[in-house]
C-alpha cells in the first residue's frame, strides 16, 4: 500500500526512473480496464499515447484527485473517442468489444466505484488468492482460459477433456470467485449506476 | 429472463469474442431486458478483464511497451534537444556579429545546415486539429498525430515526419519534391493528397487520394508506387510493402465536418457560422463591416456554437459582436 500512496501522483520533474515505475504500475492494469472497450492493440496505443503526453507535460498537469483516477478516467475518455472515430470509419465492428453501446456508462471510472477497485491493486491480491484456492482441475481450464485465452475447444483437447466439462469448469470458477470477492466488490445494487 | 434462467456461459462466450451471430442477437435482446441483467453482464465482464492484469504485470509482458515507451520519450528528447541546440546556435549568431564577421560565418553555416524543426503534436482529448506549412501544404492532424516540420522549407527538398494518423494536401511545387517520413518507408509526394497512418505498433498505412507517390526505402531507393484510391501498408522491419485497393472515404472520413475559409473576410466567415448554426451574428461597429482584413478561419461542425464564437472573437479581437436569435430557428 506503501507503494501505492507513494505513486499516486506525478513527480514534479521529468524523472525517467520514476516515470518507468510508474508505466509498470499502471500499463497492466490500463490495458486490462480498456479491453472492457476495444482490441488490445488499439488500447495499447492509447494507453503509450496517454504515457507520452503525461511524460511531456509532467509538471504542467494538474491533478484534482489521484493519478489513478486521472489516468482511469483518461482510459476511458480516450476509448470512448475511438468508438466513435471507428464509427465513423466504419471499422467499429471489428475492433469493438461491446455488446451494446449503452454499456460503456458502466465502466465510467467515476461513475462506478466498483471498476476502481476492481482494476486496484489491492484487488488483484485478492483475485490472485482466490484463484490458487480454487480446484485443481478447475484452475488449470480456468487460467489456460484466461491467461492463455485459449478457446474451450482447444483446451479440452489439451486436457482431454468434453467441451461440456472444460465449460462447466470455467464457469464454476468464475462462480466462486465472484462468490468470494463479492463483499468486496460487488456492492448493493441499489447503489450501482 | 432471470440471470439464473440464462446461459452464464452464453455471456461468457460473448464476452471472449467467441459468440455467433445468433448468439450475439439473443444476447442482445437479454441484455436490453432489464438493468440488473445488464449488471450481471458487465460485472462479468469486469471480472473476466481484471483477471488479465497479472499475467500484463509480469516482465515478460512488460518489456515490449516499456521498451517502445521510452524509445518514444527518446525521440521527443532528442528532437527538443535538436531544436534547443539550434536555437542557440542562432543565438550566438547574433551575439557574434556585435564581435566580428568571421565567427558569424562560421556559426551561420553550422545553423543552416538544417532549419529549425517546428514539432506539431495533437492531444488525444482534442477535436482533429488543422495547420497549413510554410509552403502552403495542409495538413489535419488526427487524436494523438504528430507532424515535425522545418521552420522554413529552403532546403532542396521539403522534409516532414509523420507519427499517427496525418491527412494531407501537398501544396505544389515542382522544384521542391515533398518527402514524409514514416518508421517504415518515405513518402515521395509531387502534387497530391493522402492519409498517412502509423500507430504504436509500427505498422504504417498511406492511403492516395488523389495525384501520385511513390514509396521510398532507407536508401532512398523506389520500393513501390500508388495510384488514387489505393493504400500501401508497411511495417518498419519488414521487407515488402502490400499495396491493395480501398474504399478512401472510409480512411479519410475523420477529418470531414471540417469548414475551411481560406483568406476570407470577416462577412465572409461570420456568413458561414450564421449558416451551420443557425444564429444571427450581429456586428456592431460600422468600421468593421467596411474592413476588409482577409483571414484564414477554419472550424468543426462538430464543435459548440460557443467555441466557434470565441475563436471568431479572436481572430477579430476588436470587434464589437454579438448574437441574436435567429426567428424559427
Not at chain 2, 61 to 85: F, H, M, Q, T, V
Request: aromatic share 10%; proline share 3%.
Amino acid at each position: 500500500m506503501n507503494l501505492n500512496t507513494r505513486l499516486n501522483r506525478l513527480p514534479e520533474k521529468k524523472d525517467r526512473e520514476k516515470f518507468n515505475i510508474i508505466f509498470r504500475e499502471y500499463y497492466p492494469r490500463l490495458l486490462a480496464y480498456g479491453e472492457l472497450f476495444l482490441d488490445r492493440d488499439s488500447v495499447e496505443d492509447i494507453i503509450q499515447d496517454l504515457m507520452v503526453y503525461l511524460w511531456d507535460n509532467a509538471g504542467s498537469i494538474t491533478i484534482h484527485t489521484s493519478l489513478e483516477s486521472y489516468l482511469f478516467r483518461s482510459v476511458y475518455r480516450a476509448c470512448l473517442n475511438r468508438i466513435k472515430s471507428d464509427k465513423i470509419r466504419e471499422t467499429y465492428k471489428k475492433n469493438q468489444a461491446l455488446a451494446t453501446t449503452d454499456e460503456v456508462r458502466y465502466y465510467d471510472p467515476e461513475e462506478n466505484d466498483v471498476i476502481k477497485r476492481l482494476f486496484s491493486l489491492e484487488l488483484g491480491r485478492e483475485i490472485e488468492d482466490a484463484i490458487a484456492a480454487l480446484p485443481e482441475k478447475c484452475r488449470e481450464v480456468f487460467i489456460k482460459s484466461y491467461i492463455g485465452n485459449q478457446k474451450v475447444k482447444e483446451i479440452a483437447a489439451e486436457l482431454n477433456i468434453s467441451e461440456r466439462t472444460a465449460e462447466a469448469h470455467i464457469y464454476s470458477a468464475l462462480k466462486q470467485l465472484r462468490n468470494k470477492l463479492k463483499d468486496k466488490f460487488f456492492i448493493p445494487p441499489f447503489l450501482l449506476p | 429472463m432471470p440471470v439464473k434462467e440464462f446461459d452464464e456461459i452464453l455471456l461468457l462466450k460473448k464476452i471472449q469474442g467467441l459468440a455467433d451471430e445468433s448468439e450475439e442477437k439473443l444476447i442482445e435482446r437479454w441484455l436490453s431486458e432489464s438493468e440488473e441483467n445488464m449488471r450481471t453482464y458487465t460485472m462479468m465482464k469486469s471480472l473476466w478483464y481484471a483477471l488479465r492484469v497479472k499475467g500484463y504485470s509480469e516482465d515478460e509482458a512488460l518489456r515490449e511497451p516499456i521498451a517502445d515507451i521510452n524509445a518514444r520519450i527518446d525521440r521527443l528528447e532528442a528532437g527538443r534537444r535538436r531544436i534547443s541546440k539550434m536555437r542557440w546556435l542562432k543565438i550566438a549568431a547574433v551575439f557574434a556579429l556585435l564581435f566580428g564577421i568571421g565567427v558569424v560565418v562560421m556559426e551561420v553555416a553550422r545553423f543552416s545546415k538544417g532549419p529549425e524543426m517546428v514539432l506539431v503534436e495533437n492531444g488525444i482529448n482534442q477535436g482533429i486539429k488543422y495547420i497549413e506549412l510554410p509552403d502552403g501544404t495542409k495538413a489535419w492532424l488526427n487524436l494523438g498525430a504528430k507532424l515535425s516540420y522545418p521552420e522554413r522549407f529552403d532546403a532542396q527538398e521539403r522534409k516532414v515526419e509523420i507519427e499517427g494518423e496525418v491527412f494531407l494536401a501537398v501544396a505544389k511545387i515542382k522544384a521542391k519534391r515533398f518527402l514524409a517520413e514514416t518508421p517504415a518507408f518515405t513518402v515521395e509526394v509531387t502534387g497530391t493528397s493522402f492519409n498517412v497512418n502509423t500507430n504504436a505498433s509500427g505498422k504504417v498505412e498511406v492511403v492516395l487520394i488523389e495525384g501520385a507517390v511513390n514509396l521510398l526505402d532507407d536508401s532512398g531507393r523506389k520500393a513501390g508506387s500508388l495510384i488514387p484510391g489505393q493504400m500501401a501498408k508497411a511495417w518498419p522491419e519488414g521487407d515488402r510493402i502490400e499495396i491493395s485497393q480501398v474504399n478512401i472515404g472510409i480512411y479519410t472520413a475523420w477529418k470531414e465536418g471540417l469548414v475551411m475559409l481560406e483568406d476570407a473576410g470577416l462577412n465572409e466567415i461570420v456568413k458561414k457560422i450564421e449558416e451551420v448554426y443557425g444564429v444571427e451574428i450581429v456586428i456592431d461597429s460600422l468600421k468593421a463591416r467596411k474592413d476588409d482584413t482577409r483571414y484564414n478561419f477554419v472550424f468543426k461542425k462538430s464543435q459548440r456554437f460557443d467555441t466557434v464564437f470565441e475563436m471568431l472573437q479572436f481572430v477579430a479581437p476588436s470587434r464589437e459582436m454579438h448574437v441574436k436569435e435567429k426567428s424559427g430557428k
